[in-house]
C-alpha cells in the first residue's frame, strides 16, 4: 500500500509525470482526468473512474511475466518449481524419486527413461505411481475432473488393463483404515445411528479419555508433515489396493506401439491438440518388450525415429508434457551394440535399477534380522538428471543410491553395507576369548 | 580445486580458441568434438559460439554474475556469425543458454533439426532429405563462418543410411562451404567395444565407429570430453583433451596446442584447469 501525492495523476504509468493545472493541457486526455488542488465532485467521480481503470490495466501488465505455458498450470495441484532451476516440475508419484531426480520430481518438458537389470520388474512400480499420481491430480477438483480435468495420461501399451492395475492411494495403517471406516457408517444417517445418538455423548467421553476424540492435533501434525504449499503434489500409493474408480477414456489414452511409426505419432499428436489445457504424462513401459514390440523394433533405424519422433513432440509441448519410460537393459547387450546407449541419448534423464544377487538379498536379511523394514532390494545408478546433465554437470552415479519397495512406497536411500552384527560378535568373542586368557591371572572386578 | 588456477582455453598456438588464420584464406577446416554420458557438450559449443561472436570464450571460467556483468562491455566482431544446427535438442535449448550468457541473438543462427524432423521426414528417400538439409544448411554461408553441427551421426539411424554415405552427401559437402565446422558427437558406444574381439560387432556398431574414424581423420583438433574414471567427484566434472587430428595444418602458422584440462561445470558455469 503506498501514498500517493495529490499532484500525481492516478493510473498514468509509474505516476511521475505530474500535472500542475487543471487547464485543457497538451498532456490532457479524457482517460486520465488530473486532479488538482481544488477537488469537486466531478474530479472524485474521475478519481474513482481512475481507480477503476487502474485495476483493468494492471492485469495485462502482469501477465506478460508468466509465459503461455506455464498460465494453463499457474493453479495445478501437481505442479511446483524445482528447487534446483525453478523450473516448473511435476511429481512422478514417488517422494524418493522426485528428490533423487534433483528437482523434487520431473521438470516439464523433460523424459525420464528407468532401465532395470536382471528378471524383476520394480521399474513396472515406478511406472504405475507415475501413472496413478496424474490421475490423482486429475481428480483433485473433484467428480467436475472427469470431463474438465487438469492432467491426462497417454500411455504406449498393448495391455489393455493398464488401467485397472494402477495403485490406489494409500489410506494409512490397518487401523486407520478401520477408523476411518466406522467414523464414515457413524455418519451415515441410518435408523441404527439416530437411535444410538442418545449414548454418543458417552462415548465421546470414552474417547476423550483414550485421546481418540482429538482429531484436530492429529490433523496439525499431519499438514505439518506434508508439505504445506503443496498438498496435493505428491501422494502415497498402495501397491496392494486398486485405483478406484479405475481411470475411464477421458483420464486415459492408450495407443498401440505396435502399428506403424507415423500413426503412433500422430495419434499422440491428437491427443496433445484434444487436450490442450491439461498437462499430458506420456509412459512408455516395457519398451522393446517382445511381447509388445515386434523384432524389428529392436533395430536401431526402427526405434531411433520412434524415439526421435516422441521427443520431438514432448520438446514441441514442453510447458505441459512428461514422459516416462522403461526398459529391460539385460534384453539387449550393452558391450558390442549400440542399442542401449542410443536409447538412453535419446532421454533427458536417465537411472539404471540393479537388483541385488541372491548373496546379497541373503546377507542383508540375516543383517536385518529384527528389522525386515530395512532390507533394500538392490541398487540405483543414476545416470543423467533432467537439465543438469543437458548443461554439462556430471552426475553419472553408481552403486551410490539403493532402492526398496514396499508396500506404501518405494523408497530410495543413500546406499552403504550395513555391519554383520554376528561377524562383529564372533570377532569380538574372539578377542574377548583371547583376554581372558590373558586375565586368568588378573583380579576380577566387582559390580 | 577451488584454489587451484583457472586456466584459459587454448586451441590454437596463437593463444586463441578459434584462430583466425583458420578463417583467413579460403580454406576449409573441421574440428570435432566428443563427449560421453555424463558430460554434455553444451558448455562448450555456447563457449565455440561466444568465441566466433565476441572473439574469445567471454564467459569461460567467469561466475555466472560476473559474466553478465562484463557482457554489457563487449564489443562484438566484426566476423560472420555462427550456426548451430542440432539433431538432438531444440532451438529453446541453445537460445535460452546464450541468451543467459548475454550473446546477442543476431549473432548466431540455431537450426533445429529434432522439432519433426521424422514427421516432415518419415518414409522419404534419404538421399532427398540429405539434399534438402545441405541446401538448407548451405544458406548459411553466407551469413555464417562457423557451422556447428550436433550429433548428424543420428541421420544413421533416422534415414537408414550407411555413415559413407553421410559423409559423402552432407559433410564433405559442408566442410567445402563453411570455413569451420565443428562435428559434435555423442561417442559413449564407441568405446564399449568389448575386449573380446572373437565377439560380432554390430552392423550399427561398425557405422558408429566408421563414422567416428572418418571424423577423426578429417579434423584438425579433436576436443574430447569425458568424465573421470574414477566416477563422480564432487569438484572436477570431467576432462577435456585436446589432440591433433588426421588433417594437417601445416600449411597455416599455427598449430594445435596439444593439452588436457580438468574441467568443472556448476550452475550454468564451466572453469577450466590444468591436469
Known amino acids: 500500500m503506498s501514498f500517493r501525492k495529490r499532484s500525481e495523476v492516478l493510473g498514468a504509468p509509474g505516476g511521475s509525470p505530474r500535472v500542475l493545472s487543471r487547464g485543457a493541457g497538451p498532456n490532457r486526455t479524457p482517460q486520465q482526468p488530473p486532479l488538482a488542488r481544488g477537488i469537486t465532485p466531478r474530479d472524485v467521480r474521475s478519481v474513482t473512474g481512475g481507480i477503476s481503470r487502474l485495476s483493468v490495466r494492471n492485469t495485462p501488465e502482469l501477465s506478460p511475466v508468466v509465459t503461455k505455458g506455464l498460465e494453463l498450470d499457474a493453479s495445478h495441484p501437481g505442479i511446483r518449481p524445482s528447487p534446483a532451476t525453478s523450473q516448473p516440475a511435476t511429481s512422478t508419484g514417488c517422494r524418493d524419486l522426485d528428490k533423487t531426480l534433483g528437482h523434487m520430481g520431473l521438470p516439464i518438458g523433460q523424459t525420464l527413461l528407468i532401465q532395470e537389470q536382471g528378471t524383476t520388474d520394480f521399474s513396472s512400480v515406478l511406472v504405475k505411481c507415475f501413472a496413478a499420481q496424474g490421475i490423482v491430480h486429475n481428480r483433485v477438483e473433484g467428480s467436475n475432473a472427469f470431463v474438465h480435468g487438469n492432467t491426462h495420461l497417454v500411455v504406449l501399451t498393448l495391455n489393455q488393463f493398464f488401467a485397472k492395475e494402477l495403485p490406489g492411494v494409500y489410506q494409512g495403517s490397518r487401523k486407520d483404515v478401520k477408523r476411518s471406516k466406522v467414523s464414515l457408517t457413524e455418519s451415515k444417517i441410518t435408523v441404527q445411528n439416530t437411535l444410538e445418538s442418545g449414548a454418543a455423548p458417552k462415548d465421546l467421553k470414552i474417547a476423550w479419555r483414550y485421546g481418540l476424540n482429538d482429531d484436530s492435533a492429529k490433523n496439525s501434525k499431519r499438514s505439518e508433515a506434508d508439505l504445506d504449499t503443496y498438498p496435493n503434489y505428491s ?124 548373496e546379497m538379498s541373503q546377507f542383508l536379511e540375516r543383517v536385518y534380522k529384527s528389522q525386515p523394514q530395512k532390507i533394500q532390494h538392490g541398487l540405483v545408478h543414476l545416470m543423467k538428471l533432467p537439465l543438469l546433465s543437458d548443461r554439462g554437470e556430471m552426475h553419472v552415479r553408481r552403486s551410490e543410491y539403493a532402492f526398496r519397495n514396499g508396500k506404501k512406497k518405494f523408497e530410495i536411500e543413500a546406499w552403504g553395507i550395513p555391519i554383520d552384527d554376528s561377524e562383529v560378535q564372533e570377532s569380538k568373542g574372539g578377542i574377548e576369548n583371547s583376554d581372558s586368557s590373558k586375565s586368568q591371572t588378573t583380579v576380577s572386578l566387582d559390580f | 580445486m577451488s584454489m587451484a588456477q583457472k586456466q584459459d582455453l587454448v586451441i590454437f598456438s596463437d593463444h586463441s580458441v578459434l584462430s583466425r588464420e583458420l578463417f583467413s584464406k579460403d580454406l576449409h577446416h573441421v574440428l570435432f568434438v566428443t563427449h560421453k554420458l555424463g558430460t554434455s557438450p553444451s558448455w562448450l559449443i555456447n563457449a565455440l559460439v561466444e568465441t566466433q561472436v565476441l572473439g574469445f570464450p567471454a564467459t569461460l571460467n567467469e561466475s555466472h554474475a560476473a559474466a553478465v556483468n562484463r557482457a554489457s562491455n563487449r564489443k562484438i566482431t566484426d566476423s560472420k556469425c555462427a550456426t548451430v544446427a542440432s539433431f538432438i535438442h531444440n532451438r529453446g535449448f541453445f537460445t535460452s543458454a546464450l541468451k543467459k550468457l548475454k550473446v546477442d541473438a543476431e549473432c548466431y543462427n540455431i537450426i533445429d533439426y529434432m522439432t519433426d524432423f521424422v514427421l516432415k521426414n518419415y518414409g522419404k528417400p534419404a538421399s532427398k532429405v540429405l539434399s534438402s538439409l545441405l541446401e538448407e544448411l548451405s544458406n548459411e554461408s553466407a551469413t555464417s563462418e562457423l557451422l556447428i553441427l550436433e550429433q548428424p551421426e543420428l541421420l544413421v539411424h533416422l534415414l537408414n543410411i550407411t555413415s559413407d554415405q553421410l559423409h559423402l552427401e552432407l559433410i564433405n559437402p559442408l566442410i567445402k562451404k563453411f570455413p569451420l565446422l565443428v562435428v559434435v558427437s555423442y561417442t559413449e558406444a564407441y568405446e564399449n567395444v568389448p575386449s573380446d574381439s572373437n565377439e560380432k560387432l554390430s552392423s550399427d556398431m561398425i557405422e558408429q565407429i566408421r563414422f567416428c574414424n572418418s571424423c577423426f581423420f578429417k579434423s584438425a583438433a579433436v576436443l574430447g570430453l569425458k568424465p573421470l574414471a574414477t566416477g563422480h567427484a564432487s569438484d572436477v566434472s570431467g576432462t577435456l583433451t585436446i589432440t591433433r587430428g588426421g588433417a594437417s595444418l601445416s600449411h597455416l602458422a599455427v598449430h594445435v596446442v596439444e593439452n588436457e584440462y580438468l574441467f568443472l561445470t556448476q550452475k550454468d558455469t564451466t572453469k577450466l584447469f590444468y591436469r
Open chain 1, 235 to 358: 501422494h502415497a500409493f498402495d501397491i496392494t489396493s486398486r485405483l478406484v474408480p479405475a481411470p475411464t477414456s477421458a483420464e486415459l489414452t492408450l495407443i498401440s506401439p505396435n502399428q506403424p511409426l507415423d500413426a503412433v505419432l500422430s495419434q499422440l499428436q491428437t491427443v496433445f491438440q484434444r487436450h490442450d489445457k491439461k498437462l499430458i504424462r506420456v509412459v512408455v513401459p516395457n519398451l522393446l518388450h517382445p511381447v509388445m514390440y515386434s523384432p524389428e523394433y529392436s533395430q536401431l533405424p526402427v526405434i531411433v525415429p520412434l524415439l526421435h519422433g516422441i521427443r520431438s513432440i514432448i520438446k514441441k509441448n514442453s510447458e505441459r508434457a512428461v514422459l516416462i519410460s522403461t526398459m529391460s537393459s539385460d534384453l539387449y547387450s550393452k558391450s558390442g551394440s549400440q542399442l542401449v546407449t542410443s536409447i538412453e541419448n535419446m532421454f533427458d534423464a536417465a537411472i539404471d535399477l540393479e537388483p541385488f544377487p541372491q
